[in-house]
């Protein structure tokens, strides 16, 4: 199969356009008089994005959920959003209806439109648009990070990835673990608040340190990851302890749908966030346990 | 499986923003300060909308352009798109890009941004989001068409199917009704010239005739077509002549992308384009040839 990394290069020739970003970044940019409208397409397919047992509410939610947090990387108030959905049987269709409803109203966003296409018997795959208008200019990207910022994440980090492990044993009914999971939370108000300060920014979906490299690559500089500060929920440490493993296994696990910013010393940071490390000289990840560095890991994240 | 039109029913009841024209038009219209957004998402699976067979970059090009088409319906200018793309393997997805590329400089369309899944072996499906601009408020919608307009449709119609057809039986070199099927010309152009005048338009990509009785539904007329007057081209006429049958199929089949609107007698229409019918008291299609008025066939056009 062609990978990921191989098919967006081939439509990074086709992406001129500045509106693009380059294919660097989360969204799109494209202004339209004197605002910018930030643009966001994300898919999920069933057997890779959720399990075939799934609730199809909770898959929804993380459809909605997931395409949000990527606006919130850029300081964005959502418009709305547009679905394809490819059609199924009852009750899925109509629970997965249920789900997006609900998941629209709590954070107050419109459906707009969209398409449906028949289902020929095979896995499903879904699709996405979210448009929302940046609150902030300059639009916040994965490029700025300057060296001597302070580098921080909005929330906890492994919720996710132990709630997964719960589910797949068989218990769904584990609360804010199957929760941080099922029903991720994204940072739009943060995102909003931090737009004004912050030197560069992104969500966290594909594993914390996966992430921090992309940032630093795309700001062409190196991010230094303290995993002794990395963010752990007390759910998170009753159910996998906090030594260095399970810290590591944290870091590098998708689906946190948390904020990781770069910031300059002297700014008052304006939401909840930990501090876990610094912009320094270099290129890429650096990792260490307090002043120990580390080796980085064989993979830094969840590769699509 | 759920239908189509059960599935859009479920979404009506999400789709309280004014935006969303209730889901009955084939674009979504989002204010942005005086600017007016036209959204569209279209998606295309394997097995349903092209042959496995199919050259990828007919593919990519059928993907783009029936979004286009969409936009056009609206007097719109492309801004962009986002790609949905589940990968596969190459040549394939390589052939694919070459096309998109070769269908964005036609179209002179910057490609925004977009996602990428990864393929479980499953038929493909592809997504595609286009963003264009208003050129002329009101926006034109399938509602407005009033009792005593008369009703055009641009370029001919049957075209695509002959295209279908002559593919299907191994001659997919048949020049321009294979291209018809294969790249359809979104008509961008008339789109926006016609903007300004028309009572209500919609783009014809499920057949003439379902699309005229959706048309008449949404503006609460109803729409009398003279069969007598379909649009058709030599080739088609030289491939299966020009009987009423004939016509009939030509203007019930899909993937004409050809645009359909309502227009005062007054006024002088600003494109080539044939008369076919009038806006009429009642409800639906009426269909005629010459005077003599004929039933409906069963099936109108083509229903995903």
Known sequence: MTTESAFIGLMRAIAFDPASRGLLDDCAVLSIGSEHLILTHDMMAEGVHWLSNADPADVAWKLVASNLSDLAAKGARPLGVLLGFMLGEDPWDRQFADGLKEVLVRFDVPLLGGDTVAN????????????????????????????????????????????????????????????????????????????????????????????????????????????????????????????????????????DYQLLFAIQPEVDVPVTATLIGRVVQGAGLFLFDGDQQLPLPPTLGYQH
Chains 1, 2 share one sequence.
């Open 120 to 255: 020929r018997g095979d896995k499903r795959a879904l699709g996405l648009t979210a448009i929302g208008l940046a609150t902030f200019v300059p639009v916040p990207a994965r490029t700025g990070a300057q060296i001597g910022d302070l580098v921080y994440v909005t929330g906890t980090l492994g919720d996710a990835l132990a709630g997964f492990e719960l589910i797949e044993a068989g218990f769904d009914e584990m609360g804010i673990l199957a929760d941080a999971y099922n029903r991720p939370e994204p940072r739009l108000h943060e995102g909003q608040l931090l737009a004004p300060f912050v030197h560069a920014m992104m969500d966290v979906s594909d594993g914390l340190l996966l992430d921090a490299e992309r940032l630093a690559s795309a700001s062409k500089v190196g991010i230094a990851i303290n995993l002794a500060q990395i963010p752990l929920s007390d759910a998170y440490v009753s159910y996998r302890g906090d030594a260095l493993e399970s810290r590591m296994q944290a870091a590098s696990w998708g689906d």
